[in-house]
């Protein structure tokens, strides 16, 4: 006899807010099931989790496991490397393993009880055999209804492994989960295919029985013949071919000639839309140089970071496709973040043209059922290319060859929500692991990343002219100090030099792009008899007037009210409205211009599917016109007849509170400056300002990114900013401003006396606050911020790590939510 056979125990991440995980014995009947990847339900005091399984083991770690319940999935949902990600990012963010793998996996993953279970027609014919099993009683019970939650079957059923057999019943065809949902979430949708068998082949290739066939069943032949030519097709396609062809198909099923098949339809954003097809071009000599570089990387299979810089233009696209073509021959797969993919429909349609339907989408504007299935493509190795926004570093590829980060320096990379992580450094992170090729490409690249470059983590590429010799625009800066004084009331937010150059360009039949970053047509608004300001009483922020709907609106928490006729404070009835938004902006220029065709471009403008598209189209058909926007213009459109770009305030971005203003800025003019002059006519650009000598505008007017970086590396190192002094920033949450202070000063005192007591962090640690955030007051929620500053990295994170664990948790709740957020970008 042999002995018992061996115990197994898992360790189980679960989305808690601890940072350990659980122990857990596997019974007897789950053994087989169970994998690395897979979730589980285990107990977990009175209820029961989900959690996912992240090791196997034969002895166990803990003293008392309890056994868990069942197992979830019938494939792994993530590898062992993709594991590692998960376990670097958990360490880094101070975030559960769990919630790093919630995370990352497709959110309808985890909603057993939106998932609804119904019979196929396999299903119903399957029934008809009828025995006692278990999976029968299952069977039966659905036909008497047409759909039942996963969670009301579960009540029934409360036998171990429900899971299990749900999942083979699955696998089986028997049964389709469904999700039900307002919008249909996550659902798998089928089709019916028909194979040729082998012996359908050899039937053909055999003369006598194919003639003797064909004589008696000629329908029958005809049919076979069409299969054996393309092997497998989709039934409707038989149908289009042949007519009703069901009888035909049972004979030929019959003698096992053919086969039929289920296949998974995925849900696909691009089905249906056309690829415009684009030359090839040839690389210049600086982009040869470049690709024998990045080739260097592709074919020594390690981790081969890149920083490749170049102005809008310069060919870095050119590079990137080239590069993933590489990649595609050695049988390795691309991912490509963008900032804010539906912004980019230009850069997607470049993809596609070269690489045809080989590529998926990943972004927060898909459907959740669109969103999953690209998942699955992805995850069965059916596409090699994903591009995305920033959750797409998480794409479930397991043979990466490249991951390239578009417009690296863009915040739109860094989630400020939940597990706040920065996308552009988890590239790296996830390329390091699994050895391949990183390329983060800009014009104006971060200077934590110019910085990496220098001292030789990463490996610097530029490219310095624009492709096909294609001149920079001529940029003009306008001090407005100047221009302020002696204008009529009309229009003071445009300068005479502006206005001028707006009606050359209309009188050449020429377009204008005219950029303000806020939307509206007021920011503020005020009594002029006491100064009452309207603010939101959510938010410590003014309140926006927007003339279309005569109201005014918070842009952070959409709380509305119509603009008023009395001053609430005075009952004064002067209400003044100050400063420009893009609605009265607009206003002004078509009063300014009455026979221009004027465009703008908001996020008021553009609501619904299709909304940048229909206001690009509108305008790029007009003769001459003037397209006012806010930076949904600067980024990625291509506009072949703009000749002009306005900056009607380059100080809106410099007056921010953020150590990163200066940046911001010479990002921002740089990127609306490349949008000028881009076909045959060269640009100018016409940037208004009252900090005419600011270094950033200075650095941008002669388009040097290098001068810029000179001047703000020394401020940087100056105030030990980053990309030397790192920095993590606790922040405090809640209802009540006394409760949510008073918390963040207790955790100020622990800092402090952490601090103290021990010389390393006396020396290398510097505590900013705790104080009111910036904007102290967001949607309701008081807000605490305490700013931890140090260098060297260790010292820092030993710090976060050792205050986090001070920080007890009888302090945590109480109102108020504490969180914590490794290289934050934002700091109001
Ligand atoms: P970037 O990504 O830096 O803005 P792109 O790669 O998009 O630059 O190149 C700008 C334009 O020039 C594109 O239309 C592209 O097809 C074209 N282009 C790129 N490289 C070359 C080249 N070597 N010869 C001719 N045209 C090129
Ligand atoms: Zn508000």
Same mark, same amino acid.
């Given at each position: ?207 006598? /029985? ?213 996308? /552009? ?404």
């Amino acid at each position: 006899m042999k002995g018992e056979e061996q115990d197994l125990f898992i360790e189980v991440a679960l989305n808690l807010p601890l940072t350990k995980n659980f122990h857990y014995r596997i019974p007897e009947h789950l053994k087989s099931s169970v994998e690395v990847g897979k979730r589980v339900l285990v107990p977990l005091g009175k209820r029961k989790a989900t959690g996912y399984v992240v090791r196997v083991t034969q002895k166990p770690e803990v003293s008392e496991v309890k056994d868990i319940v069942d197992v979830l999935d019938d494939q792994p949902l993530f590898t062992a490397q993709h594991l590692s990600f998960y376990q670097w990012i958990s360490d880094y963010y101070f975030f559960p393993l769990g919630g790093v793998i919630k995370t990352a996996l497709p959110g309808n993953l985890n909603m057993e009880s939106k998932q609804v279970i119904s019979l196929t027609d396999e299903g119903k014919r399957y029934l008809t055999l009828r025995d006692n099993s278990p999976a029968m009683t299952l069977l039966e019970k659905l036909s008497s209804k047409r759909k039942i939650t996963v969670r009301t079957l579960l009540r029934s059923f409360k036998g171990e492994g429900f899971y299990a057999m749900l999942n083979r019943l699955e696998r089986m065809d028997l049964i389709r989960r469904d999700f039900k949902q307002a919008q249909t979430l996550g659902e798998v949708k089928k089709e019916k295919w028909i194979k040729m068998k082998e012996e359908g082949y050899l039937f053909i290739q055999s003369c006598d /029985r194919w003639i003797s066939l064909k004589r008696r069943a000629p329908k029958q032949t005809a049919l076979l013949g069409f299969l054996g030519e393309k092997g497998r097709v989709p039934l409707q396609v038989l149908k289009k071919e042949f007519g009703d062809c069901d009888g035909v198909l049972r004979r030929l099923e019959e003698k096992r000639l053919i086969a039929l098949e289920f296949e998974e339809i995925y849900r696909d954003p691009l089905r249906g839309e056309e690829i415009t097809s684009e030359r090839i071009p040839q690389l210049n000599s600086e982009q040869k140089e470049i690709m024998k570089q990045i080739m260097e990387g592709i074919k020594s299979g390690r981790y081969s970071p890149f920083l490749l810089c170049g102005v809008t233009g310069s060919g870095k696209t050119e590079i990137y496709l080239k590069s993933i073509e590489e990649v595609l021959k050695q049988g390795k797969e691309a991912l490509v973040l963008v900032p804010e993919i539906s912004l980019t429909p230009q850069l997607v349609n470049r993809f596609r043209a070269r690489f045809g339907d080989n590529i998926v989408l990943l972004h927060s504007r898909l459907s959740p059922g669109e969103r999953y299935d690209g998942w699955r493509r992805i995850q069965k190795g059916m596409v090699k290319i994903a591009i995305g926004a920033r959750s797409a570093v998480f794409a479930p590829f397991s043979h990466l060859g490249i991951i390239i980060v578009d417009e690296e320096h863009d915040t739109s990379y860094k989630q400020e929500e939940k597990l706040r992580y920065h996308a /552009r450094d988890l590239a790296l992170v996830r390329a390091k692991i699994e050895g391949t090729v990183a390329i983060l490409g800009s014009a104006t690249p971060s200077l934590e990343s110019y910085y990496n470059s220098k001292i030789g983590k990463l490996t610097l590429l530029q490219l310095t002219e624009r492709v096909e010799g294609k001149p920079l625009p001529k940029i003009e800066i306008v001090d407005m100090r100047e221009e302020s004084s002696g204008i009529k009331s009309r229009s003071k937010e445009l300068s005479n030099r502006l206005k001028e150059a707006l009606l050359e360009r209309l009188n050449h039949h020429q377009q204008s792009l005219l950029f303000l970053n806020r939307r509206g047509f007021a920011p503020f608004v005020v009594c002029w008899e006491c100064g009452y300001v309207f603010g939101c009483p959510n938010c410590s922020i003014s309140l926006i007037h927007h003339q279309r709907g005569r109201n005014l609106m918070c842009h952070y928490c959409g709380y509305t009210l119509s603009t008023p006729n009395n001053c609430p404070q005075c009952g004064g009835i002067r209400i003044q409205l100050l400063g420009w938004g893009t609605e009265r902006l607009e206003e002004d220029v078509k009063a300014l211009f009455p026979k221009a065709h004027v465009e703008r471009m908001d996020r008021d403008t553009t609501r619904g599917k299709g909304g940048h598209k229909k206001v690009l189209k509108r305008f790029i058909a007009s003769d001459g016109g003037i397209l006012i926007g806010t930076q949904m213009i600067a980024k990625g459109h291509d506009i072949p007849r703009v000749t002009l770009v306005g900056v009607v305030s380059a100080d809106l971005s410099l007056n921010f509170p953020d150590f990163r203003s200066s940046e911001r800025t010479f990002q921002l003019l740089t990127q609306v400056a490349g949008r000028a002059g881009r076909g045959d006519i060269p640009g100018e650009v016409i940037i208004q300002t009252f900090n005419p000598h600011h270094y950033s505008i200075r650095a941008s007017q002669r388009q040097a990114f290098s001068q810029f970086y000179e001047e703000e590396i020394k401020f940087r190192r100056e105030l030990n900013y980053p990309p030397f002094g790192r920095l993590i920033n606790f922040k405090m949450e809640g209802n009540s401003k006394s409760k949510t202070s008073a918390f963040a000063e207790q955790v100020g005192r622990l800092a402090n006396s952490l601090c103290d007591k021990t010389s390393k962090y006396r020396r290398d640690i510097e505590i900013l606050g705790p104080s009111a955030s910036p904007w102290e007051k967001i949607k309701g929620k008081y807000r605490y911020q305490m700013l931890i500053k140090g260098s060297p990295l260790t010292a820092l994170r030993s710090f976060a790590s050792h205050l986090l664990h001070q920080i007890p948790i009888a302090l945590r709740g109480g109102g108020v939510k504490f969180y914590v957020d490794v290289d934050p970008v934002s700091l109001l």
